[in-house]
């Protein structure tokens, strides 16, 4: 066997057991070994693995043919396997990956978000509806040193258990679409406030333009949405650099409405822009020593999907993009019956909607400039 090959099987987690046509065992890495037991020069000592391994060497099989197999243990492991053609030659490989150990990972993060949801839900909200209270006592008793270190401190930590508490809650099996009608014009303004002392901690301007009232409607959650926006900010505002300028303006688009947090110069690689829809940052995202990125825009993105929209990082010739989108006029689900009154506020954003493509399309299809409004 080729010393390279042997070099590059070695370091895959997956097991992986080259064998002639014959079904002699020529090579198995550590991670096989584990999971079958081989011997070189001999055939799989597992019986459903070598009487596969050899009907595929008589050409009986049609490869890649996957089969399953078990550990031989007392509490045995589920194997899923596969029979492919060597890299050269007219050799087989049989590739193998533990399915139960994938499952119990599995398992162990259900059980998380369960315990979350039934044991932790309600202490973090009871604490995120205490401490600003606690906090303004502190300040008027004038405290200083551990006292009103340890209340900054759980103010942070509050935060971050309520983002925790709400990537639950969107990735549960509960729908959260609503049927409120919103103007993202004050959902962005609001997101702004929020985020400007983290930008302002970083030295970022933030630029808000097209924020007009006449833009149309989007339908969902304003509760989740508005956290969507937030954390869509913050992203946009974690990405930039010291000094650098954050650009916010909305636009409509056909049935669409885009919200677009553009930065000048930026450049986000492939293994950051990644990074930022991992929670937590948790994989290779983070080096060792290096701030994690926080919940990042998985909350924002599963927001976004469950009203029917999306949140995504577009590359500019000269600018990075973030881009929130939803569908306006109209909300994204029928299952609630409407009263008068909101089949009528439907049948009007609608057909606002509508008339503004039609001019559009008469004046050349190009939307109108939006007015600029200076940030809070």
């Known amino acids: 066997m080729n010393e390279a090959f042997r070099l590059l099987f070695d370091q895959v987690k997956s097991g992986v057991v080259w064998v002639q046509r014959d079904g002699v065992v020529r090579y198995a890495n550590k991670a096989a070994v584990q999971m079958t037991p081989v011997m070189l020069g001999q055939v799989m000592m597992d019986p459903v693995a070598d009487r596969t391994v050899k009907a595929a060497g008589q050409g009986m099989l049609k490869l890649p043919f996957h089969f399953e197999l078990t550990t031989q243990e007392a509490h045995p492991d589920s194997i899923r396997a596969a029979v492919i053609g060597a890299p050269v030659g007219n050799d087989l490989m049989v590739v193998l990956n533990n399915v139960s150990e994938e499952r119990w990972y599995s398992q162990a993060l259900e059980n998380l978000i369960g315990y979350i949801e039934a044991e932790m ?13 606690i906090a303004q006592i502190v300040q008027q008793q004038g405290a200083t040193g551990e006292l009103a270190a340890l209340v900054e401190d759980a103010s942070n930590l509050s935060l ?13 099996e509960s729908a959260i679409q609503r049927d409120e009608r919103i103007l ?26 097209g924020l007009s009232d006449e833009l149309p409607a989007v339908y969902g959650s304003a509760h ?47 293994h950051e822009r990644r990074g930022a829809f991992v929670p937590f940052g948790v994989g290779d995202s983070a080096k060792p020593g290096e701030a994690r990125q926080g ?12 009203h029917g929209g999306c949140v995504r990082i ?35 954003d609608m057909s606002e909607l509508l008339t503004r493509s039609m001019s559009r399309r008469a004046k050349g299809s190009e939307a109108t400039p939006p007015a600029a409004v200076k940030a809070p």
Do not use: C
């Open 295 to 306: 919940i990042g825009l998985a909350l924002s993105q599963r927001i976004l999907e469950q």
């Open 184 to 209: 993202l014009s004050d959902l962005l303004r609001r997101a702004v406030g929020e985020v400007m002392p983290m930008a302002r901690g970083r030295n970022i301007t933030l630029s808000a333009n």
């Open 121 to 133: 839900a309600h202490p973090i909200e009871a604490l995120a509806q205490k401490l600003p209270k």
């Open 160 to 172: 971050k258990l309520g983002k925790l508490r709400d990537l639950v809650s969107v990735f549960g």
């Open 224 to 270: 989740w949405l508005s956290k969507a926006m937030s954390e869509y900010l913050e992203q946009s505002v974690r990405s930039a650099q010291s000094g650098d300028l954050i650009e916010l303006s909305i636009q409509a688009v056909g049935t669409r409405v885009m919200v677009r947090a553009r930065n000048q110069g930026l450049f986000v690689s492939q």
């Open 314 to 348: 577009e590359d500019e010739f000269d600018s990075v993009d973030f881009v929130l989108e939803l569908p306006a006029g109209a909300p994204s689900t029928q299952d609630a019956q409407l009263s008068v009154e909101q089949a009528h506020r439907y049948a009007r």
